[in-house]
């Protein structure tokens, strides 16, 4: 489904890294909501 999965959570990644130096208060939403997108595109995929 998604064919460059690797890229797109690399970019994600660097995004929230940014935004945690930026805003380090916001680290404990960002890890959430990257966990809870990292976990539906893992169900999604093994369907």
């Not at 940014?18 to 404990?28: R, S």
Request: proline residues 2%; charged residues 0%; without cysteine.
């Amino acid at each position: 489904m998604f064919v460059a999965n690797g890229m797109v959570v690399g970019i994600i990644t660097v995004i929230f890294g940014i935004i945690v130096m930026i805003f380090p208060k916001i680290l404990n939403y960002l890890i959430g909501i990257y966990l809870i997108i990292v976990g539906i595109l893992a169900i999604v995929q093994a369907l």
